[in-house]
């Protein structure tokens, strides 16, 4: 009898091991899980009033790869709450689950004491992940990289949730490309309208250090200029601002439109493009081909 109280003691004890070596299990991302097996990762914070809720999330399909990037925000421009979701790319997903790699990834028990102020947490999600009040530990160096990544790759994608602007009333286009590493290594092409006199000035600069050349052109260019946007796409890519920060040197471009009403278009990049871009480049040198040889 005594021996079997022994035994069962035994197993009591080591289930209440059991049990609180489980509740206060942490996991390192990157080793348990490791990156490929996370299927998302959300982060999101707020204080008391309704315009301070933000939250960013990120997801990975398990079926087909597809990935997305989520983004719910106070919008001041509109005066709303904003919940948008695009399409991203696997390679720009990778970016963001890098960001936490080697962080750990801990139960976490709120304060019951605190029943106002601001908060910001972050949670990951994988085929065997713990339910219960889990977020990752950023320590003393807090969640910038994370944001860092959130942040960049949601501008380079947040230009396929826009509209296309009506661009019927141009009266001033720019674009220029080129590599970062070379002095005045980018092309440059500019049309300005005169609204009084209706007529179109050109401007193009070549790559390296030679003068800008001008020349008049009849106002079936703007129109041109203007189907080249609307079939490329360059009409909706107003706000992209690109960044590639895993890439140190390459090429980047700019794209500046004025219209009529004064609506303007401004969309920018350094090795990262919106859909589109290589078409758009070649119908613009093309363009202004049939004018300077």
């Known amino acids: 009898m005594f021996k079997k109280l022994i035994a069962i003691g035994g197993i009591v004890i080591m289930a209440l091991g059991l049990l609180t070596g489980c509740f206060a299990r942490s996991y390192t991302i990157g080793k348990n899980p490791k990156l490929e097996e996370i299927t998302s990762i959300t982060a999101g914070g707020g204080g008391m009033e309704y315009t301070s809720q933000w939250s960013y999330s990120a997801r990975r399909s398990s079926k087909d790869g597809k990935c997305e990037l989520n983004r719910v925000f106070w919008d001041e421009s509109s005066n709303e709450m904003k919940d ?3 399409e991203i790319s696997k390679y720009e997903y990778e970016k963001i689950i890098q960001s936490v790699d080697g962080l750990k990834y801990e139960k976490y028990n709120p304060p019951k004491n605190v029943m106002d102020g601001s908060s910001q947490s972050a949670r990951i999600y994988w085929p065997k992940s713990p339910s219960g009040s889990y977020r990752i530990n950023f320590g003393e160096s807090g969640m910038r990289e994370l944001m860092y990544a959130f942040n960049e790759v949601w501008e380079a994608n947040a230009y396929k949730a826009n509209d296309p602007v009506d661009i019927t009333g141009i009266t001033y286009f720019s674009f220029g490309f080129g590599p970062t ?4 290594g980018a092309s440059r092409y500019a049309a300005e309208i005169d609204e009084e006199s209706g007529e179109v000035t050109l401007t193009y600069k070549e790559p390296g250090p030679v003068d800008e050349k001008t020349a008049a052109a009849d106002p079936s260019f703007v129109d041109e200029i203007i189907r ?13 601002s690109g960044n590639d920060s895993w890439v140190m040197d390459g ?9 009529e009403d004064g609506t303007e278009i401004s969309a920018g990049g350094r090795e990262n493009y919106p859909d589109g871009f290589g078409k758009f480049t070649e119908d613009v040198k093309n363009l202004f081909g049939t004018v300077f040889n």
């Open 228 to 240: 080249i946007m609307k079939e490329d796409g360059a009409d909706r890519w107003n706000g992209f």
């Open 181 to 184: 590493d070379v002095a005045d």
């Open 84 to 86: 948008i979701t695009v």
């Open 251 to 259: 090429s980047e471009f700019n794209l500046y439109v004025i219209l």
